[in-house]
T-cell receptor
Framework: AQSVTQLGSHVSVSEGALVLLRCNYSSSVPPYLFWYVQYPNQGLQLLLKYTTGATLVKGINGFEAEFKKSETSFHLTKPSAHMSDAAEYFC????????FGAGTRLTVKP | GAVVSQHPSRVICKSGTSVKIECRSL??????MFWYRQFPKQSLMLMATSNEGSKATYEQGVEKDKFLINHASLTLSTLTVTSAHPEDSSFYIC???????????FGAGTRLSVL
């Protein structure tokens, strides 16, 4: 079985500041890892994914994440936050099926 | 590519009626579709997994007689909430994949409000 833990249900940053959303996972088999973003009353949009190969993954909207097997982490970062980044972010792990973290709400202050 | 259409986006119904939600993969064949439920400010809870042509697999605690899932073709799955009650009010989201550990593509969700 696999599971995901997102540290911090709410993260607030200033516009232009670094965004760091934390995700740790557990899986008995090599997992695929995902970050999704959800805007209010909408479905989930894929930001990026890690399957195999390069551990630093670049996604849409300037986001990237690094797979660190030794730390079982897949943290999401963006160098400079934009107001439009304010949303709910979900980390997910897929091994036998997909499991989602509890989500992190990102607030961007002007 | 990989677009999933979910319809309706919002539905309001009276208690005791049934509501059908459709999930379509528009540009790919979805061997597997998933139905999730999301409560306000919470994560997605997997309700069931459906494979085309076979019965859905429900997660523990999900009433299969209340949440009827049909996956009759490789591009369409439906969720019917039978005899809806106010506690069924929620945001329901479907996703589709070509199987295995592949990416799940999500619909835009359906907000169900039962009066």
């Amino acid at each position: 079985a696999q599971s995901v833990t997102q540290l911090g249900s709410h993260v607030s940053v200033s516009e232009g500041a670094l965004v760091l959303l934390r995700c740790n996972y557990s899986s008995s088999v090599p997992p695929y890892l995902f970050w999704y973003v959800q805007y209010p009353n909408q479905g989930l949009q894929l930001l990026l994914k890690y399957t195999t190969g390069a551990t630093l993954v670049k996604g849409i909207n300037g986001f990237e994440a690094e797979f660190k097997k030794s730390e079982t982490s897949f943290h999401l970062t963006k160098p400079s936050a934009h107001m439009s980044d304010a949303a709910e972010y979900f980390c997910a792990v897929s091994a036998n099926d997909m499991r989602f973290g509890a989500g992190t709400r990102l607030t961007v202050k002007p | 590519g990989a677009v999933v259409s979910q319809h309706p986006s919002r539905v309001i119904c009276k208690s005791g009626t049934s509501v059908k939600i459709e999930c379509r993969s528009l540009d790919f064949q979805a061997t597997t579709m998933f139905w999730y439920r999301q409560f306000p400010k919470q994560s997605l809870m997997l309700m069931a997994t459906s494979n085309e042509g076979s019965k859905a697999t429900y997660e523990q605690g999900v009433e299969k007689d209340k949440f009827l899932i049909n996956h009759a073709s490789l591009t369409l799955s439906t969720l019917t909430v039978t005899s809806a009650h106010p506690e069924d009010s929620s945001f329901y989201i479907c996703s589709a994949t070509t199987g295995g550990k592949n990416i799940q593509y999500f619909g835009a969700g359906t907000r169900l409000s039962v009066l």
